[in-house]
C-alpha cells in the first residue's frame, strides 16, 4: 500500500468583505492553495469567500502554535481559485498596509464582484508579457 502524504499546512486568510478584520484567521489544512486565491473558509457555521494571504509549515512554527492562545480549526480548501497573479496580491497587500485595512476589505473595493459571485466561471491567464512597451514589472 502506498505511504499518505501527511504533509499539513496552516493557511491564513482574510475575509472579502467591505469592512473585513484587520487580521487574518488561520487554518490546519493537507492541501496548498496559491497565495492569493480565493477560498471558502469556515467562519462561525458558514463558508465565507476568503483570500489566501499566508502559507506556513506547522513544524517550522511549533513554538507559536504552542503559545496561542486560541485554537486552530481545520479547513477544507482542496476548491481554490486563482484570480490574481503574484504582482496584483503584492500590490494589494501593499494597498492594505497604507490604508490600514485588511486585504480582502481592499479586494472586494478591487476586484469586480462579478468575480466573487461565482468565482468557478471566473479564469485568470497571467501575462508574460507587460501591457505597456517599455515597462518591466
Known amino acids: 500500500m502506498p505511504k499518505k502524504d501527511a504533509t499539513v ?17 488561520s487554518y490546519f489544512s493537507k492541501e496548498k492553495p496559491v497565495i492569493g ?13 476568503s483570500v ?8 517550522e512554527h511549533k513554538s507559536e502554535l504552542r503559545s496561542a492562545s486560541f485554537s486552530i480549526k481545520k479547513g ?21 498596509q497604507i490604508h490600514c485595512s485588511s486585504v480582502g476589505s481592499v479586494m472586494n ?8 459571485e461565482d468565482p468557478e466561471t471566473f479564469t485568470f491567464t497571467p501575462q508574460k ?6 515597462i518591466s514589472v
Open 9 to 25: 499546512y496552516i493557511i491564513d486568510v482574510s475575509p472579502i468583505s467591505a469592512i473585513g478584520l484587520r487580521e487574518n484567521l
Open 129 to 134: 508579457e507587460p501591457l505597456v512597451e517599455g
Open 37 to 49: 486565491s480565493l477560498v471558502y473558509a469556515p467562519i462561525r457555521k458558514q463558508e465565507v469567500l
Open 76 to 96: 477544507d480548501f482542496s476548491n481554490w481559485y486563482q484570480i490574481a497573479d503574484q504582482r496584483i496580491f503584492s500590490a494589494v497587500e501593499k494597498i492594505s
Open 52 to 59: 489566501v494571504t499566508n502559507i506556513k509549515s506547522p513544524t
Open 109 to 116: 473595493n478591487l476586484i469586480p464582484n462579478f468575480v466573487f
